[in-house]
């Protein structure tokens, strides 16, 4: 299956179920690991996604874990039943990396896969990682997934 090329530098979203079917929305600042099966070309691109996740309703109240100068995106994910995640290390030094997803919102009620739209339930097909969401605030996604990341 072909695969598109990793949008280094742009600021996209990926999502992936948890061992229960619930769903997180992964942003990369530009350079966080994107699962291989998040860039096939038979999927709606990453660079697409996070509009199309704004377009579904709001369903439940968030939390916000991590003070952050604009949160609103964050929130309006986690609003709509995500968990929230970010490539943090974008603003930090490599001595003081986490090299790993940090949660930043969570839904107060979680939707989970079945929850979705068929379009949007399809981008989840083969990403689902071995944990669950609602007790990891810190996610390496390449012990998971095969990922791609900036080269």
Known sequence: MEE???????????????????????????EGPIPA??????????EEIEGRLNELPAVTSARLLVPL?????????????FFAYDWTDVHRTSSEALRAYEQVA???????????????????????????????AKIDVTRHLDCRTVR
């Open 4 to 30: 598109r090329g990793y949008p280094e530098g742009l600021d996209c979203v990926w999502i992936g179920s948890d061992r229960e079917g619930r769903v997180g929305a992964f942003v990369t600042g530009g």
């Open 37 to 46: 099966g998040a860039l096939l070309a038979d999927r709606l691109s990453v």
């Open 69 to 81: 100068k604009r949160p609103d995106d964050f929130v309006e994910l986690a609003r709509r039943g």
């Open 106 to 136: 969570v839904p107060e009620t979680p939707i989970s896969a079945k929850d979705l739209p068929a379009e949007i339930a399809a981008l989840l097909d083969g990403i689902v990682l071995n944990v669950s969401f609602a007790q990891e």
